[in-house]
């Protein structure tokens, strides 16, 4: 089946068609400007390319609920030229085929658990840690939902007495994960960008202690099998071992569970290339149909 | 039909004999000793009352996947006399019917869910405040399982500097959720029980902070429809209002949410007067068949 995949960023909006094993026949990129603008640019890439189906895994917040009168819609995002936009009915009318529609995280965790490393694993999640930190969760084979979708990327943290920023850079919480973790955080705490830092020790393992609480709330509340990292600062390959530690460190051998406790292969990186959204959007698109 | 229930806690066995609507007929309880003493006795309760089904909502720790060698098992528990114990298995052999199997709270999430006030609600949480804190967690409409089951009684909390009890008292976690929150920490902290302090507002303003804590952590990770508060501690019914009161301070505006923001049917005690336990054992073994 040809399908089309939209992973509409606050920064760019990739699309690219390819079909439901997950091969990419072609992308391209355009810059995220305002709906007015974008969307069309958007339509033209995919009209008359014979697509059966579009996946879109989207930036948010955006209306997740069918029985919603806004449901396809981005709804209350700080992008407020993309405040409710109903960039899902747009292209169900304008190409007249199914769509598929979820939030960005939940694309690339479909990416993974469809076409990566966690195939077939239906207890699932994946955080971006980047810019922001989001969260996609799947639970007994579904993406989780529910009255709205995870904002994990807020949940609260023990700040470390040593944190020479303890505050955090949340404007709703201070220092929530997003506040401590995300990369404007690591900049904002130490001066510097991160990518500057690789060899500063005391730079990972702070940041390593608070994605570690991440792990340890993660497996509490959601006992997945497998939690994976992508996003930009988890190109800092070096976080992984920390992690790994340091989880194990706050969990302190109250879970007895071998897929937890293999953590080599709980608690990994993203395997697909960066391409986990848009693939994940192809999985969209399939079950639209 | 006839079915059979078995609330299998750590201090006491309730037993009933109900139907799928949810009614009751008779019910004893055991007191829970070792499983040579106490599994017999529970078997003559059942034997001879032409059930069609059992459902048992267990302590734990349980294994409940169903490809293992040890499903139906109470697994690495503290109490010992309990370790590795086909508890399942046991019922399945001795009364020749279908058992269905879960933890003790995701019983008491599935009775609210089935029978009580969060009908229909495919999105919901149970925590039992109690002598420990435990979670039961249905997304999707599906009891949450995964690699083990949810522990989220141990998540990581973020402590008030006013606490005279910083350190907590989990054995594994200092001030995790159950070593700050539950029973046995109030009257460890103030040095009397939680019921004779009923009046003392720092008492419950503190509780309130860290069950606060969890409500937010519970909201931006599992994105539910409703959070059913149970257990001893919750009987102290002030609560509520602080409670709710806290996680509106702590999310601070950050979720948009109708349902999360209506917090008076958001944030709920228990509706089925102590009984959604073993109503939901009705339900597991309704389910078994």
């Given amino acids: 089946m ?12 990739v699309c690219a068609i390819g079909d439901e094993t997950g091969t990419i026949y072609e992308q391209e990129s355009f810059p995220t400007v305002t ?33 919603s ?6 709804t209350t995002t700080p ?6 936009t109903d960039i899902a009915g747009y292209f ?6 199914p769509v598929g529609f979820d939030t960005d995280v939940n694309g690339s965790l479909l990416g993974e658990v469809t076409y990566g490393q966690a195939k077939g694993l239906g207890d699932a999640v994946y955080y971006t840690i ?15 939902h529910g009255a709205m979708h995870p904002e994990a990327g807020h949940m609260l943290l023990r700040v470390r007495e040593d944190d020479p920023m303890p505050e955090g850079i949340c404007p709703f919480h201070g220092a929530c994960l997003e506040g401590m973790a995300a990369g404007p955080s690591i900049e904002k705490r130490w001066g510097k960008k991160a990518i500057e830092m690789k060899d500063d020790a005391r730079v990972w393992d702070l940041e390593a202690y608070y994605l570690a609480q991440c792990m340890v709330t993660t497996t509490l509340m959601l006992s997945p099998k497998i939690i994976i990292l992508g996003g930009g600062v988890m190109h800092q390959t070096q976080l992984f071992p920390l992690v790994r530690e340091k989880t194990r460190e706050l969990l302190n051998g109250y879970i007895k569970n071998d897929t937890v406790n293999d ?13 986990q ?3 994940g959007c192809l999985k969209l698109g399939f079950d639209a149909v």
Same sequence: chains 1, 2.
């Fill in 263 to 275: 953590m080599d292969h709980y608690i990994v990186p993203a395997s697909l290339h960066d391409d």
């Fill in 79 to 84: 992008k407020t030229a993309w405040m409710n």
């Fill in 92 to 97: 169900a009318n304008c190409l007249n085929v």
């Fill in 2 to 13: 040809r399908i089309g995949a939209l992973e509409a960023g606050g920064t760019k909006m």
């Fill in 130 to 144: 980047g810019t922001g930190v989001g969260a996609g969760v799947m639970s007994g084979g579904k993406l989780v």
């Fill in 35 to 67: 709906p007015e603008e974008t969307l069309p640019q958007l339509l033209d890439y995919f009209k008359g390319k014979e697509i059966e189906a579009l996946g879109i895994a989207c930036f948010g917040p955006i209306d997740l609920d069918r029985d």
């Fill in 277 to 279: 959204g848009i693939m």
């Fill in 69 to 74: 009168d806004t449901y396809g819609y981005i």
